[in-house]
């Protein structure tokens, strides 16, 4: 990835220290300790390799915290960075396995200790993305997997990540929690969170699983819904057609 060029600069005429000025895309990574290594030859580089190994950590994290809130599904088994697209940045698209950005993880650890933290864009995409490969084990593939991936993280911080799952997330909403089932308070990184929330989870994945099996509802319930919202959204936005009108 080029990320442009900066000049190397003095921090001080008596300092005896230089410094150079990252792209802002790189600011996520202040404060991580960085290898530097220098490769000689025709054109010298000098490469800054950072330290992910904390970031690594909340991915390992929240996998088990997602193979304790889908135990009443099944077993998920351990955490296999080989069953995802590791990158600094999530990209935009990806083929078969779900990706994992170490900017995100990084964003998690410094948001953690705050109220924010606990719904942070960051971590919804690492959760909605981490349960897109434990449903892989479960049977759930290809756009229905990413629903439940979407679903789950929507479930625990209250945030969607944008995935145009909007049907799939509100169906979950209802499943989980319409059913006299209290949603629970408290931090994602909480084992009793995540253990409230399991007998719920069952239901919705039991709904992904009808869908999977019925191809034909999911598409009929799918399409009445999207139909129902324009409607409404068409209710809601003719007065302000009218008045403009006027």
């Not at 909007?166 to 979950?172: H, K, P, S, T, V």
Request: proline residues 6%.
């Amino acid at each position: 990835m080029y990320l442009g060029i900066r000049r190397v600069r003095s921090a001080g005429r008596t300092s005896g220290s230089i410094e150079i000025t990252l792209p802002t895309d790189l600011q996520i990574l202040e404060g991580v300790e960085c290898q530097m290594m220098v490769r000689d030859g025709t054109r010298p580089e000098i490469v800054l390799q950072p330290d992910l190994s904390a970031a690594q950590a909340i991915f390992q994290e929240l996998w088990q915290k997602l193979r304790l809130g889908l135990g009443e599904i099944g077993e998920i088994g351990d955490f296999s960075p080989g069953d995802f697209s590791l990158a600094l940045f999530s990209p935009r698209h990806w083929p078969s396995r779900p990706p994992l950005a170490y900017a995100d993880a990084l964003a998690v650890l410094r948001q953690r200790s705050s109220p924010q933290g606990q719904g942070s864009e960051a971590l919804t995409r690492l959760l909605a993305f981490l349960t897109v490969g434990a449903v892989y084990s479960l049977g759930l593939t290809g756009s229905l997997a990413l629903a439940f991936g979407d679903a789950i993280a929507y479930l625990i911080t209250g945030l969607s990540t944008g995935l145009g799952t909007d049907f799939e997330r509100g169906m979950a909403h209802q499943v989980c929690w319409g059913s006299g089932c209290a949603q629970p308070s408290g931090s994602p990184f909480e084992d009793s969170v995540w253990h409230k929330a399991r007998p719920g989870f069952r239901r919705v994945f039991e709904e992904f699983v009808a869908w999977k099996e019925n191809p034909e509802t999911y598409a009929a319930a799918r399409e009445k819904w999207y139909r129902a919202w324009t409607v409404e959204m068409g209710v809601r936005t003719s007065p302000v057609k009218e008045y403009a009108e006027a």
